[in-house]
């Protein structure tokens, strides 16, 4: 069974870093380009950036190029998103999702972690 | 960055009845297009992708239809399960970008 668990709540204050986790089982993590989205509060949802494990390659929505890092390390099938700085606008759920290829060659994102929240208050 | 548009923002409905919603995008995405299912709570759930098939389990009263920068969900008779949100996303251009999402509300 696939699945994508990700790390607990955090609360932070503004200026502190952060390192979010989500580990893949059930298949091969290598072999499937894995992202980031962001929802705040009652909005919708963003998609911040994806990378392949498999090679590191990341891709990054303009929005936030410069303002957080996404890694990989495949020896323990996990993806990370991190911030070295937050700000009170960090605060959100964010989730990671696994993005496949399907019939007809379309991607799609079929599998989702439960989100992490991330509360960064002083 | 290509944007996504939905409308309407809230969709309200009687159990039973059709539900359509639409999506533009502000260039062409083919069908390189999906559709997801957000609740309350919960993360969200694929529903339809290359803008017209319907993903693993998902009943047929889900079908998806568009392409280049028109696309529409239509749910075509409403069940108590289906009200969410709902969010159209491209992928033409990576990582993809979502529309701001409809709504589906309870008349």
């Known amino acids: 069974e696939v699945q994508l668990v990700q790390s607990g709540a955090e609360v932070k204050k503004p200026g502190e870093s952060l390192k979010i986790s989500c580990k893949g089982s059930g298949y091969s993590f290598s072999s499937y380009w894995i992202g980031w989205v962001r929802q705040m509060p009652g909005k919708g949802l963003e998609w911040m950036g994806i990378?392949?494990?498999?090679?590191?390659?990341?891709r990054y929505s303009p929005s936030f190029q410069g303002q957080v890092t996404i890694s990989a390390d495949k020896s323990i099938s996990t993806a990370y998103l991190q911030w070295s700085s937050l700000k009170a606008s960090d605060t959100a759920m964010y989730y990671c999702a696994r993005r496949r290829r399907g019939s007809g060659s379309y991607w799609y994102d079929d599998y989702w972690g439960q989100g992490t929240l991330v509360t960064v208050s002083s | 960055e290509i944007v996504m548009t939905q409308s309407p923002a809230t969709l309200s409905v009687s159990p039973g009845e059709r539900a359509t919603l639409s999506c533009r995008a502000s260039?062409?995405?083919?069908?390189?297009l999906a559709w997801y299912q957000q609740k309350p709570g919960q993360a969200p759930r694929l529903l339809i992708y290359?803008?017209?098939t319907r993903a693993t389990g998902i009943p047929a009263r889900f079908s998806g239809s568009g392409s280049g920068t028109e696309f529409t969900l239509t749910i075509s008779s409403l069940q108590s399960e289906d009200f969410a949100v709902y969010y159209c996303?491209?992928?033409?251009?990576?990582?993809?970008?979502f529309g701001q999402g409809t709504k589906v509300e309870i008349k």
């Open positions: 260039q062409s995405v083919s069908t390189n």
């Open positions: 290359g803008a017209s």
């Open positions: 990378i392949y494990p498999g090679d590191s390659d990341t």
């Open positions: 996303q491209q992928y033409n251009q990576w990582p993809g970008t």
